[in-house]
């Protein structure tokens, strides 16, 4: 399997449900990002590993939490969320942090009820 | 505030024809462009990029000029095709932060009609 790798590719959820986004990456990068595109909004950067290490957050409420065990792997917990944190969640990976061109996985349209 | 603006939501044109996709932006640090198509239910993949040391680079049917002094960028495809249909965003960086970070347009959404 090649390319970056989105799972679930939808998602419902309750507000006070607990749920992780899973993200994975074949291409031998080494930087990995959180994307957020709510509707008729720019893609909004979340976060940016580098090497497992975290080293952007944008401002991301708490209730976001991401994970980065290694280089091919990136999760996103989600616990408490509100109705308007509803959106696509992409997933990238670049060769390096500051490496401009990004590989997207398909995404996991999220719904909070 | 919106750094990067797509002003046009959408674009239809003829099959054969130019179509030009129009990016404005505010920030006067920015030193490298990219464009990226998305298809539904699939993730921005990207197209062509060019850095504000040039204004215009080129990839087969594809183009993008840069005008630094009116902060504008465009993307030509000629000739345009049904299968370039897609939404496509600009995106722009500081490369020099070497953070990675890209601010991206809204998108505008091409149709390409036979």
């Known amino acids: 399997e090649t390319g970056v790798t989105q799972t679930p590719r939808h998602l419902v959820m309750g507000m006070t449900n607990k749920k992780s986004l899973k993200c994975e990456q074949h291409?031998?990068?080494?930087?990995m990002y959180w994307y957020k595109q709510s509707a008729k909004k720019p893609l909004e950067l979340m976060f940016v590993?580098?090497?497992?290490?975290?080293?952007e957050n944008n401002s991301v409420p708490s209730r976001f939490s991401p994970e980065c065990p290694n280089s091919s792997h990136l999760f996103l917990h989600l616990h408490t969320l509100q109705p308007e944190d509803s959106a696509l969640y992409l997933c990238?990976?670049?060769?390096?942090?500051?490496?401009?061109?990004?590989?997207f996985g398909s995404g996991t349209q999220l719904s909070v009820l | 505030d919106q750094q990067v603006k797509q002003n046009s939501p959408s674009l239809s044109v003829q099959e054969g024809r130019i179509s030009i996709l129009n990016c404005d932006y505010t920030?006067?640090?920015?030193?490298?462009f990219l464009w990226y198509k998305k298809y539904p239910a699939e993730g921005p993949t990207f197209l062509i990029s060019?850095?504000?040391?040039?204004d215009k680079n080129e990839d087969g049917r594809f183009t993008v000029f840069l005008n630094k002094s009116a902060k504008h960028l465009s993307l030509h495809i000629v000739p345009s095709q049904p299968g370039d249909s897609a939404v496509y965003f600009c995106?722009?960086?500081?490369?020099?932060?070497?953070?990675?970070?890209?601010?991206f347009g809204q998108g505008t959404t091409l149709q390409v009609k036979p």
């Open positions: 990238a990976s670049s060769l390096r942090q500051g490496s401009e061109k990004l590989f």
């Open positions: 291409l031998g990068h080494n930087a």
């Open positions: 590993y580098n090497f497992k290490e975290q080293t």
């Open positions: 920030n006067s640090m920015f030193d490298y």
């Open positions: 060019i850095s504000s040391i040039k």
């Open positions: 995106a722009a960086s500081v490369s020099s932060s070497n953070t990675g970070k890209l601010i």
